[in-house]
């Protein structure tokens, strides 16, 4: 056996990250999203598609919370920085509004239209409008928080180990008080030698400079992880591996268990109410007054 990276070789390390093959009802949930975002849209009062730069995949919708200088959310869609949408996303909106929590879904260019550094820097942009626009969307951009799923946990990682100064010298050091990454891929050389390569094209050294596992955090903001129990070793190692590397340099890191959830329910079981990892993430951005 040849191996690839760590003990898999190529057939292993691809079966690790192709997750779709690993849930037998894969199909549903993602019918699920789909209708349960389209029926919150709906719903809920949101702007849609609001313009945070040129490019046509710099977009985002907001779901407002019902009071001014309402603390904000913002979530990163996932689909392995190549597909899904940030209108799949509107599904874990609700109950963070009735928390008095306004959300925010971003959208990104995907690859491989566009590179990582590209859609890293997409997302520092997104967080920057919404912190310029905070008086205009009704928040207090000295209470924006982000979380993210699979690809959106890597990029909300990378939210933390932005410099932000240097993004743009009128950005405060502490933009994001807060993060949550769901089901994160922290290092991004297996993606590198795995089948998804063929979309996201990574080299050694954009694989190495956009994993979080070889960064630091430039902010004191707490972050939670979690990943679900049903989830493959890959998932498991890569939460286990960025925990300890970061650990260090945060006031708080917390691990939250998702038990019976896979890669595809963890996102309700962190949008519905009640949950250990919703109000983990509740009690983080703190009351809504």
């Given amino acids: 056996m040849d191996t690839v990276f760590l003990q898999y070789d190529q057939v292993g390390l691809d079966a690790q990250y192709d997750l779709r093959a690993r849930v037998p009802d894969t199909a549903y949930h993602l019918r699920f999203r789909e209708t349960e975002s389209a029926r919150v849209r709906g719903a809920l009062t949101c702007r849609l598609d609001l313009a945070y730069g040129a490019h ?5 919708d907001v779901f407002p919370a019902d009071r001014r200088g309402a603390p904000a959310l913002v979530f990163i869609h996932g689909g392995y920085w190549r597909g ?20 925010v879904t971003v959208n990104y260019a995907l690859a491989p239209v566009v590179a990582m550094d ?16 905070a008086a205009t969307l009704g928040i207090d951009r000295d209470r924006i928080h982000v979380a993210g799923h699979s690809a959106g946990g890597h990029l ?3 939210m933390l180990a932005t410099d932000w100064a240097a993004f743009d010298a009128d950005l405060p050091r502490d933009l994001v008080k807060g993060a949550c990454a769901l089901s994160g891929i922290y290092d991004l050389e297996p993606i590198r030698l795995s089948f998804l390569n063929a979309d996201v094209r990574l080299d050694r050294e954009s694989a190495r400079r956009n994993s979080p596992i070889h960064l630091a955090p430039h902010c004191a903001a707490p972050l939670i992880l979690s990943v679900g129990a049903l989830e493959t070793e890959e998932y498991h190692r ?23 959830c896979h890669h595809y329910n963890i996102v309700p079981w962190f949008g519905r109410a009640g949950t250990a990892l919703f109000e983990a993430m509740h009690r983080l951005i703190g009351p809504a007054g």
């Fill in 238 to 260: 890569q939460e286990a591996r960025f925990a300890a590397a970061w650990r260090a340099h945060l006031p708080a890191l917390d691990i939250v268990a998702a038990p019976d």
């Fill in 84 to 103: 899904s949408d940030k209108s799949d996303a509107s599904y874990m909106a609700p109950d963070f509004v009735a928390a008095g929590v306004t959300v």
């Fill in 56 to 60: 046509a995949g710099e977009r985002l």
């Fill in 156 to 158: 909300t990682a990378m």
């Fill in 118 to 133: 590209e859609i890293v820097r997409q997302n520092r942009a997104a967080l920057a409008w919404v912190w310029r626009n």
